[in-house]
């Protein structure tokens, strides 16, 4: 299993509010995804490019979810990995669980799971799904 990304995420019930706080620091929207009824949840995806450069330097994805049910923001870290399962069941040997409200999911371009460590701490596990 391979790391290919880390960055934070906001998972909020007020996403304008996030967003234009992160825009108010130099960082755009690069792109948009959502669920369906099956799995509702909107996600922001943001970049900062480094001064002078286009290359991009910080990444940060601000979620909406209202089925989680959060009586305030929560950040999580989201981890890419080129294997999901292999990653997960690391993290579950070291005692990562899934926490309530979240779980597996899986969209037409990915494929995550919502893991809590043993003292909370909260990641994202990610692997993007390649369309051949």
Not at 45 to 69: L, Q
Not at 85 to 105: H, I, R, V, W, Y
Request: aromatic residues 6%; contains cysteine; glycine residues 8%.
């Amino acid at each position: 299993m391979k790391i290919t990304g880390i960055n934070p995420q906001v998972i909020t019930k007020d996403p304008e509010a996030v967003i234009a706080a992160f825009e108010a620091l130099g960082f755009v929207r690069t792109h948009c995804k959502s669920g369906d009824e099956g799995f509702e949840f909107s996600s922001v995806r943001m970049e900062k490019k480094k001064d002078g450069d286009e290359s991009v330097e910080y990444h940060v994805d601000v979620i909406s979810a209202p089925t989680n049910g959060l009586d305030r923001d929560l950040t999580t870290v989201r981890i890419n990995v080129d294997d999901h399962d292999a990653a997960c069941e690391l993290l579950k040997s070291k005692g990562f669980t899934e926490p309530p409200g979240f779980g597996m999911n899986v969209t037409p371009s990915s494929k995550y799971t919502y893991l809590a460590s043993p003292s909370g701490m909260i990641i994202d596990v990610c692997q993007h799904i390649k369309n051949t």
